[in-house]
Structure formats: C-alpha cells, structure tokens
Nanobody, 117 residues
C-alpha cells in the first residue's frame, strides 16, 4: 500500500522560504516519477512540479525560478524548495506518485502553506 507523508508546511511572511518533504513507502521509489501539486481555497488542484525517476524536472510557469523539486532515492523522499514566497502561493501542498503517463495516481494528505503579506 502506497503511503505518502508530507511535512514542512507552515506560516511564513512574503519573501520567505520553506522546504517541503514527502516521505514515500509501499513503492519502489527510485522507479517512480513524483510530483507536487497544490490546492488553494476555492480553486482546483494544480500541478506545481514533477521529477522523473531519472531526475528530469518540470515546473508550472507560475513557480519557475522560485521552486525547486528534488529527490533523494536513498531516503525515499521528494522535496520542494520554495523561495520568494508570495501570498498567492497559499495552498495545501500535496505530493503524488506519478504514473507513466505523467498523471498522479496516489496522494499524500497534504501540508498547509500560508503566506502572509
């Protein structure tokens, strides 16, 4: 059974930084692409960034240059470094296991990121 546990969210002032972590179990982590998504109040969940099993990355235009996704296969963990936070980054951030077609197939419980202006 796939289990994803996110951590690292919190309340931060605009311009600040956070590093989100997602620990995975129940999968062969090194063989799977991973993704970070977010859902703001009243909005649909949206893709933030993905990283393939070999480390290729992809970002939403709104976060390019500010967010960095990375992975540590030895720790079965995927990270999201978030810099220069903006109030519009406020959302629940979820990690996901990506299927081979690039869409999410398993979700974590999410971690709240709140950015104050």
């Amino acid at each position: 059974q796939v289990q994803l546990v996110e951590s690292g969210g919190g309340l931060v002032q605009a311009g600040g930084s956070l590093r989100l972590s997602c620990a995975a179990s129940g999968i062969t982590f090194s063989r799977n692409g991973m993704g970070w998504y977010r859902q703001a109040p009243g909005k649909q969940r949206e893709l933030v960034a993905t990283i393939s099993n070999i480390g290729n990355t992809n970002y939403a235009d709104s976060v390019k240059g500010r967010f960095t996704i990375s992975r540590d296969n030895a720790k079965n963990t995927v990270y999201l470094q978030i810099n220069s936070l903006k109030p519009e980054d406020t959302a629940v951030y979820y990690c996901a296991v990506q299927n081979p077609f690039g869409t999410p197939r398993s979700w974590g419980q999410g971690t709240q990121v709140t950015v104050s202006s």
